[in-house]
T-cell receptor
């Protein structure tokens, strides 16, 4: 399978615990994005990387959230001291940077559904 | 503020019928508009993408239209199938930040036999 993969698919944790999600993008894609999606809403942008550089972070990304892409391939999203409001689907997407906007299509992974009890 | 609004919020149709979903946006400067299909518990999958100069794009039974003057788009589904049951999300990107997609909240479509 050459699509975007995410692990785990589901995570249930207790409030206050730390969780870490992993995203493996399409191998030739140098851009990687994280989104959060709550029930009945569209995804909201959290952050994005070009290669290993984190180029933008949304105001939604509080200081309890940190994302890394150390070697410019896979990425991790960590949430520290989870709160019930963190319960959501966390989506990862990847794309290849190019000169045309239509080529910058983002391909999404299946998401990690987080439930904070 | 860049926003994307969709209607209706939800829709139920009988198998074989056609339907049209609407999207209005205020994103500026406009770069492109995409329609995604999202099955429950899955990530979104792109159906169509249109730039400023395109006013219609088809992908099988899905046909998207774009009116850049009125900032409106529609997604028409022909001869619906049970597998079309999903959320359909309109997504717009701005020219000055094309990597940052602005999502609508989606239309949840249910196709009944």
């Amino acid at each position: 399978d050459t699509g975007v993969s995410q692990d785990p698919r589901h995570k249930i944790t207790k409030r206050g615990q730390n969780v870490t999600f992993r995203c493996d993008p399409i191998s030739e894609h140098n851009r990687l994005y994280w989104y959060r999606q709550t029930l009945g809403q569209g995804p909201e942008f959290l952050t994005y990387f070009q290669n290993e550089a984190q180029l933008e972070k949304s105001r939604l990304l509080s200081d309890r959230f940190s994302a890394e892409r150390p070697k410019g391939s896979f990425s991790t999203l960590e949430i520290q001291r989870t709160e019930q409001g963190d319960s959501a689907m966390y989506l990862c997407a990847s794309s290849s940077a190019s000169g045309t906007n239509t080529d910058n299509e983002q391909f999404f992974g299946p998401g990690t559904r987080l439930t904070v009890l | 503020k860049n926003q994307v609004e969709q209607s209706p919020q939800s829709l139920i149709i009988l198998e074989g019928k056609n339907c049209t979903l609407q999207c209005n946006y205020t994103v500026s400067p406009f770069s492109n508009l995409r329609w995604y299909k999202q099955d429950t518990g899955r990530g979104p999958v792109s159906l169509t993408i249109m730039t400023f100069s395109e006013n219609t794009k088809s992908n099988g039974r899905y046909t998207a239209t774009l009116d850049a003057d009125t900032k409106q788009s529609s997604l028409h589904i022909t001869a619906s199938q049970l597998s079309d049951s999903a959320s359909y999300i309109c997504v717009v990107s701005a020219r000055d930040s094309s990597y940052k997609l602005i999502f609508g909240s989606g239309t949840r479509l249910l196709v009944r036999p």
